[in-house]
């Protein structure tokens, strides 16, 4: 007579509850209405856009949202924004033997890699280069769009420059999240704010280990 073995159903865990859900996606898209007026008033071959002034304003929309964002946290998420700041900018043994292995990472494996917390160390420098470079986006803007008339020619153009220079960064930076947002493909965790066990474990086993038995888990139909 056989026997059927009886294995445990799959669970997810939550990474990402409401609040930074809502977060992110103010984030998301405040940059993309920041990155696309932001070509249309720099870039000839679509300049023709800026035309009647639209894209200025959706541009200052963008802005608005763009420096909402930290308050938001502030104000739903506070506990995790600490956590998000103190976690992208502390790096312990693990995440330096992780960076070693940063290729493996790139392509697509995470089998064996070194045990990470809640962010890995690749996470962790993504997060601090985009609170760094999204200050200088902040403080060149506002100095753009409320004292342009006092820079004088030399003092237009640094700050032109370092706003620009910076909102290029900060693309490079999305470009890479978007990356490897497929390759792992990570979009569900944020929509839905489960994320597999298994997945979890293999990625980010430290901060697994460290949820507490009444963490939320959800049991796929």
């Known amino acids: 007579m056989s026997t059927q073995v009886q294995t445990a159903p799959p669970r997810k865990i939550l990474r990402y509850r409401v609040a930074p859900r809502i977060n992110h996606a103010v984030l998301a898209t405040s940059f993309i209405l920041l990155l696309i007026t932001g070509l249309i008033l720099l870039w000839s071959p679509v300049s023709f856009l800026a035309a009647g002034g639209r894209s200025g304003v959706l541009h200052r929309l963008g802005a608005v949202l763009f420096m909402l964002v930290p308050i938001l946290y502030l104000i739903d998420d ?86 620009d220079i910076s909102m290029l960064i900060l693309t490079v930076l999305l470009v890479g999240h978007l990356y ?42």
């Open 78 to 163: 506070r506990r995790g924004a600490k956590e998000l700041l103190w976690d992208s900018f502390h790096y312990d043994k693990d995440d330096v033997a992780w960076l070693k292995h940063i290729l493996q990472y790139f392509m697509g494996r995470t089998a064996n890699m070194p045990p990470q917390g809640r962010l890995n160390a690749g996470q962790k420098f993504h997060h601090a280069s985009v609170v760094i470079v999204s200050a200088f986006i902040v403080v060149s803007g506002l100095v753009l769009w409320f004292a342009k008339g006092s820079l004088g020619a030399d003092g237009l153009a640094m700050t032109a420059t370092v706003h």
């Open 180 to 221: 490897f947002t497929f390759v792992y493909k990570a979009l569900p965790g944020m929509t839905t704010g489960y994320i597999p066990e298994e997945e979890a474990r293999l990625e980010h086993s430290k901060w697994v280990d460290s949820l507490p038995d009444e963490a939320p888990y959800k049991v796929n139909e």
